[in-house]
T-cell receptor, first 114, second 117 residues
Framework: DGGITQSPKYLFRKEGQNVTLSCEQN?????MYWYRQDPGQGLRLIYY???????QKGDIAEGYSVSREKKESFPLTVTSAQKNPTAFYLC?????????????FGQGTRLTVV | AQTVTQSQPEMSVQEAETVTLSCTYD???????LFWYKQPPSRQMILVIR??????QNATENRFSVNFQKAAKSFSLKISDSQLGDAAMYFC??????????????FGKGITLSVRP
């Protein structure tokens, strides 16, 4: 089945460690996105990418890094520079060649700093 | 920059009744797209309905319909015959018409809808 897969579902990180969240899609979508969801904050854009080897910062990129080496994959690294990383992270993808197409979401990763 | 505002953090509706969720947005563009997404307790985001700004007719999907007021920059979602499965967080989203690096999908803060049996 076509879809977008995030892993792991739950992730625990010690302070000072970098962690990488995985996002893979087999929908042949051009665009991929990372959002952070906090209670009362809605979805805030971290990074997005429209093509391989290119990506742009979103509204809250500080303390995060991404790569887009393959069309299907858009991993997010939460670095030790991110001061408050505990949150729910959502990855999404869309066709992008047509602007009115919806974004499809993964099931999310819950990151907790311990 | 575009902004999306959902001013009501929570709403409640009786099963089988109708409820309207509000959303306003701010943009200087004349053409764009608007979406409502549903996030149930499983946290899987699901598209409920979409509206193209150039279309005057309000979008409808079964029990879900929108009231799109372009001049007022308002995009409310009406849920008719509410069901227990409609209980979720609902997000309003704005998408500009561009593709590539200039594309942008912006979400509101969401509304938590509870359905009373």
């Amino acid at each position: 089945d076509g879809g977008i897969t995030q892993s792991p579902k739950y992730l625990f990180r010690k302070e000072g460690q970098n962690v990488t969240l995985s996002c893979e899609q087999n929908l042949n979508h051009d665009a991929m996105y990372w959002y952070r969801q906090d209670p009362g904050q809605g979805l805030r854009l971290i990074y997005y990418s429209q093509i391989v080897n290119d990506f742009q910062k979103g509204d809250i990129a500080e303390g995060y890094s991404v790569s887009r080496e393959k069309k299907e994959s858009f991993p997010l690294t939460v670095t030790s520079a991110q001061k408050n990383p505990t949150a729910f992270y959502l990855c999404a993808s869309s066709l992008d060649r047509v602007a009115n197409t919806e974004a499809f979401f993964g099931q999310g990763t819950r990151l907790t700093v311990v | 920059a575009q902004t999306v505002t959902q001013s009501q953090p929570e709403m409640s509706v009786q099963e089988a009744e109708t409820v309207t969720l509000s959303c306003t947005y701010d943009t200087s563009e004349s053409d764009y797209y608007l979406f409502w997404y549903k996030q149930p307790p499983s946290r899987q985001m699901i598209l409920v309905i979409r509206q193209e700004a150039y279309k005057q007719q309000n979008a409808t999907e079964n029990r879900f319909s929108v009231n799109f007021q372009k001049a007022a920059k308002s995009f409310s979602l009406k849920i008719s015959d509410s069901q227990l499965g409609d209980a979720a967080m609902y997000f309003c989203a704005y998408r500009n018409i561009y593709t590539g690096a200039n594309s942008k999908l912006t979400f509101g803060k969401g509304i938590t809808l509870s359905v009373r049996p």
